[in-house]
C-alpha cells in the first residue's frame, strides 16, 4: 500500500499544505474538514473568489487537480471527533493536524497518538499576528509528534504571511518523513 | 520529576491532573508524553506521579 498522507482542516494550515505536498509531487492525500469557504478565509488559505459558499473539501480537491490532474485525493467532508478520527484517517502514516481551535487540536493529536499506534503527526500551534516568522519552528516533542509553529500566539488575527511559513514548516517535514530524510523510518 | 527537561518537585500521591492544574495547564489543551508513551486524556486523574517519572507536556493554542 502507498504511504498515504492525511490533512485534518483545510484552513491557513491545511489547504496550504495539502498545495505545497501535490506541487511536490505528493499525491496519496485525504482531506478531511465540514466547513465552507468564507470571505474571511480568502487573507491566508488557498482558495479563491469564486470557491465562496463552496464546501473546503469540493474547492481543495478542485485547486488540486489544476496542479495536478492526476492527483486524486479522498476528501471527507465531515466535522472530525474522538470516535470517526481513525476511520477517516485509516491507512494515513503521517497525519498533519491543521484544526482551528486549541480544544479541537488536542482532541485530536491525543486521539491520533492513543488511537492510531505508528502513525506521525504534524501539528500546528501558533501562527497568528505580525512577529518576525523566525519565531515560528519545528519541533521534535514526543516520539511520534512533531509541533510547528511558535507555540505562543492565539490572538485570532491570522496573516498570509505567517500562516505560509507554518504550513511550510508542516509540508517540509511531512516530505522529509516521506522520503527518509528524518532519523525515523516510515514502514 | 522531570517535566518539559526540568527537575521538579511533586508531593507524594499527586495525580497527573493535579500536577497539570497547579502548573497553569488547560487539561483540554494539552497533549502528555510519560516515560515515553502518551496518557490517554480519560486516564489523567487516576495516574499517580513518581519521583522517576519523565514527561513532556505540549499545550496548544488556536488558528489553523
Not at chain 2, 510519560?34 to 519521583?51: A, E, F, M, Q
Request: with cysteine; net charge negative; aromatic share 6%.
Amino acid at each position: 500500500m502507498p504511504l498515504r498522507v492525511g490533512i485534518a482542516g483545510l484552513g491557513g494550515l491545511g489547504s496550504n499544505v495539502a498545495v505545497m505536498l501535490v506541487r511536490s509531487g505528493f499525491r496519496d492525500l485525504v482531506l478531511a474538514d465540514f466547513d465552507r469557504v468564507e470571505e474571511s478565509n480568502l487573507n491566508r488559505q488557498a482558495y479563491f473568489r469564486r470557491h465562496l459558499g463552496m464546501k473546503k473539501t469540493d474547492a481543495c480537491v478542485e485547486i488540486l487537480k489544476m496542479i495536478d490532474p492526476e492527483a486524486e485525493p479522498e476528501a471527507h467532508d465531515v466535522r472530525l471527533d474522538e470516535e470517526n478520527i481513525a476511520g477517516v484517517f485509516e491507512g494515513c502514516k503521517i497525519v498533519c493536524e491543521a484544526l482551528d481551535t486549541a480544544d479541537a487540536k488536542a482532541m485530536l493529536v491525543n486521539t491520533v497518538l492513543t488511537k492510531m499506534p505508528g502513525t506521525y503527526l504534524v501539528s500546528g500551534s501558533g501562527i497568528s499576528g505580525w512577529d518576525s516568522p523566525d519565531g515560528i519552528r519545528t519541533k521534535h516533542v514526543f516520539e511520534k509528534l512533531y509541533v510547528c509553529g511558535d507555540g505562543t500566539s492565539d490572538t485570532g488575527d491570522m496573516h498570509a504571511p505567517r500562516v505560509a511559513v507554518c504550513a511550510g514548516h508542516q509540508a517540509n517535514l511531512i516530505l522529509r518523513l516521506i522520503y527518509g530524510m528524518e532519523d525515523e523510518k516510515i514502514e | 520529576m522531570k517535566a518539559n527537561g526540568k527537575e521538579m518537585e511533586v508531593r507524594e500521591g499527586t495525580t497527573l491532573h493535579e500536577f497539570l492544574v497547579s502548573a497553569g495547564y488547560d487539561t483540554s489543551r494539552v497533549a502528555v508524553e510519560l516515560n515515553g508513551s502518551v496518557s490517554p486524556r480519560n486516564t489523567y486523574k487516576n495516574i499517580v506521579l513518581k519521583d522517576t517519572d519523565s514527561m513532556e507536556i505540549v499545550s496548544f493554542v488556536g488558528g489553523g
